[in-house]
């Protein structure tokens, strides 16, 4: 479900996978609600996967709505690589 | 050697009609199949259950000859002879909130493509229907499970109660006839 290149973010709260899901749907913004991969996360997780394209809008958004998720991964190759806060 | 000719054919019909053919074939089989997506998945398939896939470029596509007999059905006891079944009767999953049903029942198809062994068939019913028609979330994971070889199959008077016969955009269409069989004739049966 979550192919080379694509953005996945993590969410600890159903409540605001939820609401994060709502909010991006809202803006036509081409995400999927799934299951966080069992890499990234033993408990049962959420995450929103994204493409590169929309990364910007996606995550400007959720930042806007004060919605930051709690890790964002990218995936590459067959690994996800943790994507750290630009300072 | 029994052959088979899946050109032409849209995913995952290729996978599904392989599948078929090798439970009855006896030996070699030999699939003539464009190149793509069809090759690559049915060669995954096929791998993936255990059978050796030579495969050579022909006019108009390739061609895969599939040999050896699958480990699963080798290792299998009599009892686990027979396909398993997913019946799934609703877009929800449990009781409760109509949005939490509908995001855990989303998330256990997506789910199952991280396991080893899949169900060999899987039965949408009533509003289980709206799962595999245009709009559903869950089309990009029911297209992969496909690819994989498990049959997905929704209930034509449900698709047609809820106008979405024209709509259906994964697996194919079936009638109460195969699913009461399919049911009756399953090592085992989950229902959701």
Do not use: W
């Amino acid at each position: 479900m979550v192919k080379d290149q694509d953005y996945v973010a993590i969410f600890n709260s159903i409540h605001r996978v939820m609401e994060a899901e709502r909010l991006l749907k809202g803006k036509h913004l081409k995400i999927l609600l799934i299951p966080a991969p069992r890499a990234l996360a033993s408990d049962c997780g959420l995450a929103i996967r994204y493409a590169e394209e929309i990364r910007g809008e996606v995550e400007g958004a959720l930042a806007e709505a004060g919605l930051m998720p709690h890790d964002v991964y990218k995936k590459n190759g067959d690994q996800y690589q943790k994507i750290e806060e630009e300072s | 050697m029994k052959s088979l000719d899946v050109r032409g054919m849209a995913c995952p019909l290729p996978v599904v009609s392989v599948k078929r053919a090798l439970e009855s074939a006896q030996g070699e089989l030999q699939v003539l199949l464009d190149d793509g997506a069809p090759r690559e998945n049915v060669r995954r398939f096929a791998e993936g259950r255990g059978f050796q896939v030579q495969e050579e470029a022909v006019e108009g596509g390739f061609a895969l000859t599939i040999t050896g007999a699958e480990k699963r059905q080798a290792a299998a006891s009599p009892e686990r002879a027979g396909a398993s079944v997913l019946l799934i009767g609703s877009d929800r999953l449990g009781d409760g909130p109509e949005e939490l049903g509908r995001l855990l029942m989303k998330n256990f198809i997506i789910t199952l493509l991280d396991l080893a062994e899949l169900p060999d068939r899987m039965l949408f019913v009533n509003t289980g229907v709206l799962l595999t028609a245009a709009g559903s979330e869950a089309i990009e994971a029911l297209e992969a499970l496909g690819n994989r070889g498990v049959e997905v199959l929704s209930c034509g008077v449900c698709l047609d109660f809820f106008k979405k016969k024209e709509t259906l955009a994964a697996g194919g269409v079936t009638n109460m006839f195969t699913i009461a069989e399919s049911l009756l004739q399953a090592r085992s049966v989950v229902r959701l």
